[in-house]
C-alpha cells in the first residue's frame, strides 16, 4: 500500500472515529493524490489535501442516508472524491466511481489498487447512459460536478425510490436552489435546504444538500447525454460555486 504519514491524515481520520486500516488507506489516497503525476488536483501537499479534499469529503459521514447506504454511485468522479473517501469510512458499502474522462478513470484504477479497495468499481461512461445503474442505488454523490437541477437529473434514474442524492455545494445561490426545486418536483426528488458544514477549521461557504427520492422516475429520463446541461430543467443555469 503506497502511503503517506502525515498528522493532518490521521487527524480527519481520528474525527470520524476510523480505524487503523482506514488511516492507512486514506494516507494511501493522500500520497497518490499528491505524487501521481496524472492525479487530476492542484493541490499536492498532503496536508492541504487532507483538509480540502479527505476532509470535505468525509463530512458526509454525518448525514443519516449515508450511514443507510449500502450502494453508493460517485458522479463525475475525477479524483476519487468523495467517492474513494467515502469507500474507504464506509467499506460494506458497495462504492462505483462514474466518470466519463478515461485519463481520470485510468488514475482512479490506479487509486483503487493503491488503497486496496475491494468495495470499489471504477465505471467509464455518462451517468445518462449508464443503463446497469438504473435504480440501483441508495446513495447518489456529487462534488462540483454542476448546478443541482443538472445533477439532479443525472441522479434520480439511479436512484431507488427510498434513495437520495447529496450534493457538496459552495456558496448558497438563491437562482440555483430554486431551479433545483423545480426540477426537483418533475423527477420525484424532495429538496431539502443546504445544510452548513465546515469540514474543517477555517473552511467557509460550505454546504451539503439533500435530494430524497419519494416517487419514481417519470418516463422519458435521463435524456439523451448531454441534454440536461443544454436545457436543464427548472431553468438556465449550470455554474459551479466553489
Known amino acids: 500500500m503506497f502511503h503517506v504519514k502525515h498528522r493532518n491524515v490521521e487527524r480527519v481520520a481520528a474525527a ?6 482506514a488511516t492507512r488507506r486514506l494516507a494511501a489516497l493522500a500520497g497518490l493524490l499528491a505524487a501521481d503525476p496524472d492525479a487530476p488536483t ?10 480540502d479534499h479527505l476532509a470535505d469529503s468525509l463530512v458526509a459521514l454525518q448525514l443519516p442516508e449515508l450511514a443507510r447506504a449500502t450502494a453508493i454511485a460517485d458522479l463525475g468522479s475525477g479524483a476519487g472524491l468523495p467517492g474513494l473517501a467515502l469507500a474507504v469510512a464506509r467499506p460494506h458499502a458497495s462504492v462505483a ?17 493503491a488503497c486496496e479497495l475491494t468495495n470499489v468499481r471504477v465505471v467509464r ?15 447518489v454523490t456529487a462534488r462540483a460536478l454542476a448546478a443541482p437541477a443538472v445533477v439532479a437529473e ?16 459552495g456558496r448558497r445561490d438563491p437562482d440555483e436552489e430554486r431551479a ?37 422516475t417519470p418516463p422519458g429520463f435521463p435524456r439523451r447525454p448531454g ?11 449550470d455554474r459551479v460555486r466553489r
Request: one cysteine or more.
Open 16 to 21: 470520524y472515529d476510523l480505524d487503523d486500516l
Open 42 to 51: 492542484t493541490i499536492r501537499d498532503p496536508g492541504p489535501i487532507a483538509d
Open 97 to 113: 466511481l462514474v466518470e466519463s474522462n478515461g485519463r481520470k478513470c485510468e488514475f482512479l484504477e490506479r487509486a483503487r489498487l
Open 125 to 139: 461512461g455518462r451517468a445518462e447512459a449508464w443503463t446497469a445503474g438504473l435504480g440501483a442505488h441508495d446513495l
Open 154 to 169: 443525472y441522479a434520480a434514474p439511479l436512484l431507488r425510490v427510498g434513495g437520495a442524492l447529496v450534493l457538496w455545494r
Open 180 to 216: 433545483g426545486e423545480r426540477a426537483g418536483e418533475q423527477l420525484g426528488l424532495e429538496v431539502r435546504p443546504p445544510l452548513p458544514v465546515v469540514p474543517y477549521p477555517g473552511a467557509e461557504h460550505r454546504h451539503l444538500q439533500v435530494m430524497l427520492k419519494r416517487a419514481p
Open 227 to 237: 441534454a440536461a446541461r443544454k436545457r436543464p430543467l427548472g431553468g438556465p443555469s
